[in-house]
């Protein structure tokens, strides 16, 4: 289970102003919000990544930044994070891309033939071709390939908890449907309880099993794809219909 407990973080200004929200243990959780509103900034403080100035996450009930560097060792083997943009390194092949995805201490169990047998697993789940593209370099893979190598790479270590930071942002509605097919069959698979970033609303309405928004440094609405469907708030309903007027330029752009 995750819980953010009255994040707070300013950069020039302050981007999360006391942000309170729990997943739970097996959920599929989606958190929408418009740019810039801090999405990847709270995913972030989760791994401390970036580290909030008041206030605390909690995984499984240890505090991720009053915990120690054992605790925040120990959680970061337990989540994996799918990073916006891919977040490849460029100057490392698809193998060394995923094994960076394993923490030292798994890493310090394994033999490299086990890393080797763990990366194959990794990309057979993400429906590439191991053979194919473990010794390719980044540049030579296209968008959707990248994003799904960087799934590899966050699920390679079979993590607990997945974060997942707009993994479909810029791909084709193609590509959009057979990613969030996999979001869904790897969190029935591995069983694992899900944190996703999106702007791709209906996409996240229709996967989880609850939304949060993020809107002027706070959770303006919080509950299920129901509630948000039908939530008389004026600010939700704007982003909504914002939302769904982007979709239909998305799609008639690609036609
Ligand atoms: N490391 C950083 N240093 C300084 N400012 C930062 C840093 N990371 C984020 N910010 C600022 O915090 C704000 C929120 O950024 P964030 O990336 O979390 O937005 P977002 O909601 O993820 O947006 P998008 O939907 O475009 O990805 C922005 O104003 C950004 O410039
Ligand atoms: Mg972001």
Same mark, same amino acid.
């Given at each position: 289970?995750?819980?953010?407990?009255?994040?707070?973080?300013?950069?020039?200004?302050?981007? =999360?102003?006391?942000?309170?929200?729990?997943?739970?243990?097996?959920?599929?959780?989606?958190?929408?919000?418009?740019?810039?509103?801090?999405?990847?900034?709270?995913?972030?403080?989760?791994?401390?990544?970036?580290?909030?100035?008041?206030?605390?996450?909690?995984?499984?009930?240890?505090?991720?930044?009053? $915990?120690?560097?054992?605790?925040?060792?120990?959680?970061?083997?337990?989540?994996?994070?799918?990073?916006?943009?891919? +977040?490849?390194?460029?100057?490392?092949?698809?193998?060394?891309?995923?094994?960076?995805?394993?923490?030292?201490?798994?890493?310090?169990?394994?033999?490299?033939?086990?890393?080797?047998?763990?990366?194959?697993? +990794?990309?057979?789940? %993400?429906?590439?071709?191991?053979?194919?593209?473990?010794?390719?370099?980044?540049?030579?893979?296209?968008?959707?390939?990248?994003?799904?190598?960087?799934?590899?790479?966050?699920?390679?270590?079979?993590?607990?908890?997945?974060?997942?930071?707009?993994?479909?942002?810029?791909?084709?509605?193609?590509?959009?449907?057979? %990613?969030?097919?996999?979001?869904?069959?790897?969190?029935?698979?591995?069983?694992?309880?899900?944190?996703? %970033?999106?702007?791709?609303?209906?996409?996240? =309405?229709?996967?989880?099993?609850?939304?949060?928004? =993020?809107?002027? $440094?706070?959770?303006?609405?919080?509950?299920?794809?129901?509630?948000?469907?039908?939530?008389?708030?004026? %600010?939700?309903?704007?982003?909504?219909?914002?939302? +769904?007027?982007?979709?239909?330029?998305?799609?008639?752009?690609?036609?």
């Amino acid at each position: 289970m995750i819980e953010y407990k009255g994040v707070y973080k300013a950069f020039d200004e302050p981007v =999360l102003s006391g942000v309170d929200l729990r997943v739970e243990s097996g959920e599929m959780f989606a958190l929408f919000g418009p740019s810039g509103t801090g999405k990847s900034v709270l995913l972030k403080t989760t791994l401390a990544l970036i580290v909030p100035d008041r206030g605390d996450v909690c995984i499984d009930n240890q505090s991720v930044h009053f $915990g120690g560097r054992g605790t925040l060792a120990r959680i970061r083997e337990k989540v994996g994070y799918v990073f916006q943009y891919a +977040a490849l390194f460029d100057s490392l092949n698809v193998f060394e891309n995923i094994r960076m995805g394993l923490p030292e201490a798994t890493l310090k169990r394994m033999t490299e033939k086990e890393v080797a047998h763990k990366a194959w697993e +990794a990309l057979e789940l %993400v429906n590439l071709e191991p053979r194919m593209i473990l010794s390719k370099l980044p540049a030579e893979l296209s968008g959707g390939m990248k994003k799904r190598v960087g799934i590899a790479r966050a699920i390679v270590g079979r993590p607990e908890i997945l974060l997942w930071d707009e993994p479909t942002t810029g791909l084709d509605p193609v590509n959009t449907a057979a %990613v969030e097919r996999l979001i869904t069959q790897l969190s029935e698979e591995l069983q694992v309880t899900s944190l996703l %970033v999106t702007h791709d609303v209906e996409g996240g =309405l229709e996967m989880c099993d609850r939304v949060a928004m =993020l809107e002027g $440094g706070r959770l303006r609405f919080c509950g299920t794809p129901e509630e948000f469907k039908n939530s008389d708030d004026p %600010v939700v309903q704007a982003f909504e219909n914002r939302a +769904a007027a982007y979709a239909a330029i998305d799609v008639l752009d690609v036609r």
